[in-house]
C-alpha cells in the first residue's frame, strides 16, 4: 500500500478558499482535512498529525488592522512551537493570497529569523484598488518543492488588494541571491511585466518566494482555481491541457511528502 500524505487546511472567519483548496489536494491524492484553528487551539488536534500545512485565501477576519495580521497572530502567539517545530521537521507550508500575508506577517517567509520576527510586508496595490483578473507567471529556479520540474509561464488568476510585496534592499537582495523568488509576474512571452500583467507593483515583480530549504511557499496568485482546463476563461476557445496550471504545485507538494515525511 502506496503512503498517504497527510494536509492539513487550516480555516478560521473570512477564510473563503478552503473548500477550493482540499479539492486540489484531494485531486492530487492526498487525505485532506479541513479544520478550524481553534480545533488546533483546544488540542483536540495536533499539527504533527499532518505533513503539509495550507493557510488559504480569502479574508482572515475581515482582514482587519492589516491582511492576514490577526490569523499570523494566532499562530505566532498560541501555536508558536508546534509550527516552528514543524517547519524544522522539513514538513510543508503552503499560503496562498491571504494565506502568503499570513505566512508573511508571522515571520515563516522569507524565513530568515525566527518566527514571530516579520522581515517584509504585502501592502496595497498600486493601483490603490482590488485587482481580480488572470495573470502571466514565470517559474525561477529555485529550491521550492512545490515547482519542481516547472520552467515554462503558467497562467493563475489573481484576487487581492494587498498584494505588493515590499521589504528592504538587503531582505530583498538576499531573497534573490538565495534563488527564494519562486514566481515572478510577466508579460505573455515570459517577460518582465508593468501592470496590469503585474496587478500590484511588486518589487521585482515577485508573485511567490520560499524559504530558504524550499520548503514553505507564499504566493499571491491561485493555483486552486486553476487546476482543470474548464476553469480557465478561454478554455472554449484556446487548446489548454486537461489539468489546468496549478495542479503542478498540489502534485508536487503530494509526491514529496509521500517520498520523504512518511
Not at 494566532?74 to 508546534?82: A, I, N
Not at 512545490?146 to 515554462?152: I, P
Request: net charge neutral; glycine share 10%; aromatic share 8%.
Amino acid at each position: 500500500m502506496s503512503a498517504i500524505s497527510r494536509v492539513l487546511v487550516l480555516r478560521t472567519g473570512g477564510v473563503n478558499c478552503d473548500v477550493e483548496t482540499e479539492h486540489a489536494f484531494r485531486l492530487a491524492g492526498a487525505q485532506v482535512e479541513r479544520l478550524h484553528i481553534n480545533r488546533l487551539l483546544e488540542k483536540e488536534r495536533a499539527l504533527d498529525e499532518f505533513q503539509v500545512l495550507v493557510v488559504p485565501g480569502g479574508f482572515s477576519y475581515g482582514d482587519d488592522i492589516a491582511a492576514g495580521k490577526l490569523f499570523a497572530n494566532e499562530l505566532v502567539y498560541r501555536l508558536r512551537e508546534p509550527l516552528e517545530r514543524f517547519v524544522a521537521d522539513g514538513k510543508l507550508v503552503l499560503g496562498v493570497c491571504n494565506g502568503f500575508q499570513v505566512l508573511i506577517r508571522a515571520g515563516l517567509l522569507p524565513g530568515f529569523v525566527a518566527v514571530g520576527t516579520q522581515e517584509a510586508t504585502l501592502t496595497h496595490n498600486d493601483s490603490g484598488r482590488f485587482e481580480c483578473r488572470w495573470v502571466h507567471l514565470q517559474p525561477e529556479p529555485t529550491p521550492c518543492v512545490f515547482t519542481r520540474g516547472m520552467e515554462r509561464a503558467i497562467q493563475l488568476p489573481v484576487a487581492h488588494a494587498e498584494g505588493k510585496l515590499l521589504a528592504s534592499d538587503a531582505v530583498l537582495d538576499r531573497i534573490e541571491s538565495q534563488s527564494q523568488i519562486v514566481f515572478r509576474y510577466c508579460d505573455p512571452s515570459g517577460g518582465a511585466a508593468g501592470y496590469p500583467a503585474n496587478p500590484n507593483g511588486s518589487a521585482k515583480g515577485i508573485a511567490g518566494v520560499c524559504n530558504p530549504s524550499g520548503t514553505v511557499l507564499g504566493l499571491m496568485p491561485h493555483p486552486e482555481r486553476f487546476v482543470q482546463r474548464t476553469q480557465h476563461p478561454r478554455w472554449t476557445r484556446e487548446a489548454l491541457p486537461a489539468e489546468g496550471h496549478g495542479m503542478a504545485l498540489f502534485r508536487n507538494a503530494v509526491d514529496y511528502a509521500r517520498e520523504h515525511l512518511n
